[in-house]
């Protein structure tokens, strides 16, 4: 089932809402689940309630997994440019979309701060960091990246679809290569191969490989996705559902 409700968000000083998936067998069982966060959660589970008319198709893959988890979708700020504030980490004086005030650090320090607690009191999770993951897509993947290398503590895995990386690369990048990952760290990173153009398809998976070495390094895993004839859009991340959830919780050795 999916249960929706309002959450304050006094740093942004707005009403937010949170769209929680808990599995078919939460209501039968004492078990605890591992927990997912994302990005964006009006595009995950239903298509009439998806900004493009186009959903993730999240609940139907989820209620199909032998060991499904709970996920936490917290939904986007649409008005004017707020998600383009609120899903920047940093403070940018300019961009392709004009200047951003970096709010992203904020929303992740409300996230680890305040949902996440309430998160864990309310339901039967597993708060530990290793069955904390974060996910999101475009502006996004960009926080789910920034959350696991900022607030690697908390989260231990993150999958970042179609990150908008081109935004702050520089900034993100420090974040990797100077954030003393803990070695259990997981991060799945893609994008369609029809997002770009050929240049820029190089130029992005060898940045991608760049930031895959980067964590193996620190003793990290990492996954780089291309996906054949994927556009920027919910059918092609719906699509990756099977293959960043099975890297998230799969035994390492049952990974390609």
Request: glycine share 8%; with cysteine; net charge negative.
């Amino acid at each position: 089932m999916i249960d929706r409700f309002p959450v304050r968000m006094d740093p942004l000083n707005r009403l937010g809402w949170v769209d929680v998936y808990l599995p078919d067998d939460y209501f039968y069982s004492n078990r605890r689940y591992p927990v997912l966060y994302m990005f964006d959660g009006q595009n995950l589970f239903f298509d009439q309630q998806a900004t493009f008319g186009r959903s993730w198709g999240l609940k139907e893959f989820l209620d199909s997994c032998m060991d499904p988890c709970i996920v936490v979708g917290l939904e986007c700020d649409p008005k004017d440019q707020n998600r383009l504030h609120e899903y920047t980490p940093y403070p940018l004086a300019e961009t392709f979309f004009g200047a951003t005030v970096g709010a992203g650090a904020v929303l992740m320090e409300w996230i680890v701060q305040v949902l996440k607690p309430m998160i864990d009191h309310k339901l039967r999770t597993w708060p530990q960091r290793e069955a904390t993951a974060i996910a999101g897509s475009s502006m996004g993947g960009l926080m789910a990246f920034f959350a696991v290398t900022r607030h690697n503590s908390v989260f231990s895995k993150a999958a970042c679809l179609s990150p908008s990386l081109f935004l702050c690369e520089e900034e993100i990048s420090r974040e990797l290569e100077h954030g003393g990952l803990d070695p259990d760290t997981r991060i799945y990173w893609s994008f369609g191969s029809k997002e770009l153009s050929a240049p820029m398809r190089v130029e992005a998976e060898m940045l991608l490989v760049e930031y895959k070495w980067a964590l193996e390094r620190q003793g990290g895993l990492g996954k780089v996705s291309i996906v054949e004839d994927g556009s920027h859009n919910e059918e092609c991340w719906g699509k990756q559902n099977p293959e960043y959830y099975r890297f998230f919780w799969n035994d390492p050795k049952d990974l390609d």
